[in-house]
T-cell receptor
Framework: AQTVTQSQPEMSVQEAETVTLSCTYD???????LFWYKQPPSRQMILVIR??????QNATENRFSVNFQKAAKSFSLKISDSQLGDAAMYFC????????FGKGTRLHILP | EPEVTQTPSHQVTQMGQEVILRCVPI?????FYWYRQILGQKVEFLVS????????KSEIFDDQFSVERPDGSNFTLKIRSTKLEDSAMYFC?????????????FGPGTRLTVL
């Protein structure tokens, strides 16, 4: 069965600095999608970025980028120029029809 | 931009009561999902639904739960006799196709509180 592991329950970063959230996963599939979702206090699930497993190029979305290491089954999220609005719970997720989520990392932004 | 909607945003009920959570998926989507998030925990898959039947369900989705698409737009999750541990945020999601390429769009969630 597929699993997603986020080993950092909480992280803090100074405003305008860069932070990296870690994620590892386990699967026997070769083609799949990986996601990072943001969940602010409103608890809405907001898709931040996604990565197709067959693409070697790392996905980027403005200040958000990923470091996808397929062989290592690692999928980290880098947030550059952190802003106060980035404070939220971040979930790493794997798609196999249904979505399998990690336990999340709570990100604090320090002014 | 089309979006998934859910009603109510917050439901409070007494233990043992039945609740129905409603979702309106995006109109041209064919696959529907319910997920649950107990406060402070990760989001967990409950059930997927396609062509008017359940495609897959998790071990959480026991006989107390049922899903239905009563008309062309609504997708409901019913809990027959609520328990305290059913208190959670419930998210509906929909997608156009089963391929992992197709993004699942999440609704804003319904917060269920069982007293």
């Amino acid at each position: 069965a597929q699993t997603v592991t986020q080993s950092q329950p909480e992280m803090s970063v100074q405003e305008a600095e860069t932070v990296t959230l870690s994620c590892t996963y386990d699967t026997s599939e070769s083609d799949y999608y990986l996601f990072w979702y943001k969940q602010p206090p409103s608890r809405q699930m907001i898709l931040v970025i996604r990565q197709e497993a067959y693409k070697q190029q790392n996905a980027t979305e403005n200040r958000f980028s990923v470091n996808f290491q397929k062989a290592a089954k690692s999928f980290s999220l880098k947030i550059s120029d952190s802003q106060l609005g980035d404070a939220a719970m971040y979930f790493c997720a794997y798609r196999d029809d249904k979505i399998i989520f990690g336990k999340g990392t709570r990100l604090h932004i320090l002014p | 931009e089309p979006e998934v909607t859910q009603t109510p945003s917050h439901q409070v009920t007494q233990m043992g009561q039945e609740v129905i959570l409603r979702c309106v998926p995006i109109s041209n989507h064919l696959y529907f999902y319910w997920y649950r998030q107990i406060l402070g925990q990760k989001v967990e898959f409950l059930v997927s639904f396609y062509n008017n039947e359940i495609s897959e369900k998790s071990e959480i989705f026991d006989d107390q739960f049922s899903v239905e698409r009563p008309d062309g737009s609504n997708f409901t999750l019913k809990i027959r006799s609520t328990k305290l541990e059913d208190s959670a945020m419930y998210f509906c999601a929909s997608t156009r196709g089963l391929s992992t390429y197709n993004e699942q769009f999440f609704g804003p969630g319904t917060r269920l509180t069982v007293l």
